[in-house]
């Protein structure tokens, strides 16, 4: 490990984040530590500069939902290993972690002594996760179909589908993103053709169910143009 070694911690949870940062810090002691409490920070971060050794990621944070910032990330910063640190720990979400391009899955029950294991190993190249758990097994044929047009999407179109979960209108995406509401329409239209579906708000239903969240129908938000 060298003087050069930088980190993110992005996590929405200060005391979280302390108290990984202290760990990091033990097994790192030359590390250079920097702290997202939203994943728009995150992102900001890596905007400004995107030589970063490590991400530690939780999966859920302002500004994401489920494994769109992770499939984000991988799509927009593909160098950058990101290591997802989270209290949803079933072997079906660390399968999809780790099918999505994770390095690394970190249940946040585990203690300092796992946690400096974990972070040593992804920073010497490896992959790491939790030894109890059996990724071996068969995985869900339509989860898998989901998450194969979902990884066909750009970064851009990330941001957007997100945004689109959130039930932000064009206009509305066009001003975050500061792009044209035409840019925008272009955008969704392109998601839709890549997933497969008619509708914004069959869009979002997509992404909910790769995020691992089956919507009822009164659950969905708004995806009115």
Known sequence: MTSRTRLIIA??????????????????????????????????????????????LDLSMPGVSGFSGLIYL??????????????????????????????????????????????????????????????????DPDAQRLRDRLVTLTPQQVRVLMMLSEGLLNKQIAYELKVSEATIKAHVSAILQKLNVESRTQAVIVAARIAGHQWRRDEVPSATQ
Do not use: C
């Open 74 to 139: 991988r799509t927009q910063y593909p160098a950058v290993p990101v290591v997802i640190v989270s209290a949803s720990d079933d072997a079906e979400t660390i399968r999809r972690s780790m099918d999505f391009g994770a390095s690394g899955f970190i249940p946040k029950r585990f203690g300092v002594e796992t946690l400096r294991e974990a972070i040593s190993k992804v920073l010497a190249g490896d992959v790491w996760v939790p030894a109890d758990v059996d990724l071996s097994g068969a995985a």
């Open 11 to 56: 996590d929405d949870h200060p005391l979280f984040r302390d108290a990984l940062r202290g760990t990091v810090a033990n097994v790192v002691a030359s590390a250079t530590i920097e702290e997202a409490g939203s994943f728009d920070e995150l992102t900001r971060r890596l905007e400004q500069d995107s030589e970063i050794d490590m991400v530690l």
